[in-house]
Each structure stands twice: as structure tokens, then as C-alpha cells.
């Protein structure tokens, strides 16, 4: 079974600043790994996924993340953020193996307040 | 294209009550997964229906139940509601299956009274 772990509920940041908003997983089979975003009093938005190939990945509105399969991490980084990237972040997997075909977890989401 | 859609937007029920809620996924799009969302547990897997069928289902009491029909509709109900099953229920759809990218819906928020 997989899990995941998002290890900042909150994370606050001045505008224009850089931020890293941390995932862990856990699986016992290979993994999808995803990022959405919720606006508030909205459903969630894909930013990016990592199937495979380059573990570097790039998104929408200027994130990217990079998959690290030895320390079973998938951290969300932007440059230099906005006032209109506050809303909640959650991280999510998905196996592919015999027990866990396409069942998506999500990691409890860091909420991230960006500080004008 | 139009996106997720799902009805109704707010429910109030009392406990004891059902009720069904509906999803309507993007045209084309054969997977509808379902998931509740609460401050406490935040997003937790109920269901998946691809083709009819349910694929996946999350740890959650026979009291949830789901459908899917031809047309890729899908409904979710429950019976026998308590208060904790207030929430956000969301509805997301895939074109096959849930590793493609998932369209979320902008959820029915049900409050149990």
C-alpha cells in the first residue's frame, strides 16, 4: 500500500521569495507521483506529474519538481512565488502493482500563505 | 469543453437521511473516482468507476455506495447518514484511468444535522 507525507502543514512565505514544499512516499510497488492545487472553495488542479523518464519536472504557473526515487521524495519548488499562489498543496501517488492499480492517495496538503 | 460538473453544490441533511449526489465527468472521459474531504482526514479515496464498473474502492463502510452509467455519469450514495459523514465530496474524472491527469469537479459540500 502507499502513503504519503507532506511534512509542513503550513507554510507561510513573502512574496517574490523561493519556497519547497516537501512530499515523501511510501510503496512497495513503482510509483506515479503527482501535485494539485486547491483555491479555496474549489476542486483540486493538476500542476504536474512524474510518470517517468527525466525526474526533473516542470509545471504550470512556474513550479517544478523533482523526483528522488533513493529518498522516495517528490518536492514542489517555485522560484519566487505570488500572492496568487496562496491555496492548499497536496501531493499524491499512485501505484501500478498487483494490489494497487490506479487507486490515488493523497498526503494531508501544506497550506501555503504567501505574505505580500 | 466543459469541465467537472456536479449537483448539488450544497446539501443539508439530517442523520438517518440519505442521499445520492451526481458527477457528471468531462466528455470522453471513461474513470470517475469520488473522494471525501474533511479538515480531519483530509482527501481519503472512496470509489473509482471505469466503464460501468467499480474498480478501486477506499476504506470506507458499505453505507457508501457509488454507480456509473453508460453515458460515464456516475452517482455516490449514502444511506443511514451520521454526523461525521459531513464534508466536501469530490468528483474527479481521467480519460481511462486515474494516473492521467485528474479533472476535479467543485464538489458537494453535505452537512449532516
Known amino acids: 500500500a502507499q502513503s504519503v507525507t507532506q511534512l509542513d502543514s503550513q507554510v507561510p512565505v513573502f512574496e517574490e521569495a523561493p519556497v519547497e514544499l516537501r512530499c515523501n512516499y511510501s510503496?512497495?510497488?513503482?510509483?506515479?507521483l503527482f501535485w494539485y492545487v486547491q483555491y479555496p472553495n474549489q476542486g483540486l488542479q493538476l500542476l504536474l506529474k512524474y510518470l517517468s523518464g527525466s525526474t526533473l519536472v516542470k509545471g504550470i504557473n512556474g513550479f517544478e519538481a523533482e523526483f528522488n526515487k533513493s529518498q522516495t521524495s517528490f518536492h514542489l519548488r517555485k522560484p519566487s512565488v505570488h500572492i496568487s499562489d496562496t491555496a492548499e498543496y497536496f501531493c499524491?501517488?499512485?501505484?501500478?502493482?498487483?494490489?494497487?492499480?490506479?487507486?490515488?492517495?493523497f498526503g494531508p496538503g501544506t497550506s501555503l500563505s504567501v505574505i505580500p | 469543453k466543459a469541465g467537472v460538473t456536479q449537483t448539488p453544490r450544497y446539501l443539508i441533511k439530517t442523520r438517518g437521511q440519505q442521499v445520492t449526489l451526481s458527477c457528471s465527468p468531462i466528455s470522453g472521459h471513461r474513470s470517475v473516482s469520488w473522494y471525501q474531504q474533511t479538515p480531519g482526514q483530509g482527501l481519503q479515496f472512496l470509489f473509482e468507476?471505469?466503464?460501468?464498473?467499480?474498480?478501486n474502492k477506499g476504506n470506507f463502510p458499505g453505507r457508501f455506495s457509488g454507480r456509473q452509467f453508460s453515458n460515464s455519469r456516475s452517482e455516490m450514495n449514502v444511506s443511514t447518514l451520521e454526523l461525521g459523514d459531513s464534508a466536501l465530496y469530490l468528483c474527479a474524472s481521467s480519460l481511462v484511468s486515474a494516473y492521467n491527469e485528474q479533472f476535479f469537479g467543485p464538489g458537494t459540500r453535505l452537512t449532516v444535522l
Open positions: 468507476y471505469f466503464s460501468e464498473t467499480q474498480r
Open positions: 499524491a501517488v499512485s501505484g501500478w502493482g498487483r494490489d494497487s492499480y490506479d487507486k490515488v492517495i
Open positions: 510503496s512497495s510497488v513503482s510509483v506515479y
